[in-house]
């Protein structure tokens, strides 16, 4: 059974992920981190295509449980 989560509909944004990447960390006010949920191929290529973006990215991070296990030992 387990708990009940709301109904969420999202849609998916049509285009290339890195030009909404782009659009979207551009945009803010103030350095973003990313969190990546899987492969960080989207995130070099950001990078690679925008490398104007880099003052506008803190910090990159990824949160896998290859990420989790190595954080553990550190």
């Known amino acids: ?3 009940a989560f709301p ?3 999202v ?3 049509p285009g290339k992920a890195i030009v909404r990447m782009f659009e979207t960390i551009s945009t803010q006010d103030a350095p973003v981190t990313i ?3 899987g492969a960080l191929t989207n995130v ?3 990078l690679a295509v925008f490398p ?3 003052p506008h990215i803190a910090q990159i991070g ?3 449980p290859q990420a ?7």
């Open 1 to 3: 059974n387990g708990p």
């Open 7 to 9: 109904r969420v509909d």
């Open 11 to 13: 849609c998916a944004v």
């Open 35 to 37: 969190v990546a949920t």
């Open 44 to 46: 070099a290529l950001l």
């Open 52 to 54: 104007e973006i880099k």
């Open 62 to 64: 990824e949160s896998t």
């Open 68 to 74: 989790a296990w190595q954080t553990t030992l550190t």
